[in-house]
């Protein structure tokens, strides 16, 4: 049971050019998001799905795209960076049953754009 | 969606008690209270929920108010390695739209 996986670690883009992050979870959960983290700073929810083929906006959206085709994967999309979106991007999934069911996060892509 | 309120930083020193208070005074009657760690370079990790009242496991207590508009995480006899970030989620118990605060900066000095 690997939990949350996030691919790839580390990344440099140059600007303007796209890339997709993954994130893949094992554990049947419903509900999966994506957060970046600046330096110094707390998490900023940038988009979230409640399940297979739905998405929402989170907090801080616009530069990102997302799908959910499979309810094990949660893809991560920036058309054309910037350096904006330089930052630590997390992952993270919940099993929607209430009470006792914590939110499990993968270790993060650190993002540089150059 | 619960707003909450943190410290930004707080400073202890190794064996002592440390309590870290949360407000949400917009907290609704699905919300529950989480909290985690979150340590440099990682992402965050779970430490304790709870609905109201007490709530106590094996690395910390979570003390919630009749009124749940806060919370206050205690961590007993902290040591160096406490040293983190401690965020205080507010959440629809079946999910949804999770917002963090900014966290709370411990620093435990020896």
């Known amino acids: 049971n690997a939990g949350v996986t996030q691919t790839p670690k580390f990344r440099v883009l140059k600007t303007g050019q796209s890339m997709t992050l993954l994130c893949a979870q094992d554990m049947n959960h419903e509900y999966m998001y994506w957060y970046r983290q600046d330096p110094g700073m707390g998490l900023r929810l940038i988009h979230y799905s409640v399940g297979e083929g739905t998405t929402a906006k989170g907090e801080v959206p616009d530069g990102y795209n997302v799908s959910r085709l499979k309810k094990q994967n949660f893809l991560l999309g920036l058309e054309s960076a910037a350096p904006s979106q330089t930052s630590v991007y997390f992952c993270?999934?919940?099993?929607?049953?209430?009470?006792?069911?914590?939110?499990?996060f993968g270790n993060g892509t650190r993002l540089t754009v150059t | 969606l619960a707003k909450t309120t943190q410290p930004i930083s707080m400073d202890s020193y190794e064996g002592q008690e440390v309590n870290i208070t949360c407000s949400h005074n917009n907290i609704a009657t699905n919300d529950y209270i989480t909290w985690y760690q979150q340590f440099p370079s990682q992402g965050p990790r779970f430490i304790i929920q709870g609905y109201k009242t007490k709530v106590t496991n094996e690395v910390a207590s979570l003390f919630i108010p009749a009124d749940r508009k806060s919370s206050t995480l205690s961590l007993p006899r902290v040591s160096l390695s406490d040293t983190a970030v401690y965020y205080c989620l507010v959440g629809d118990m079946w999910g949804g739209k999770l917002i963090f605060g900014q966290g709370t900066e411990l620093s435990v000095k020896p």
């Open positions: 993270a999934s919940i099993h929607a049953t209430g009470l006792d069911s914590p939110l499990h």
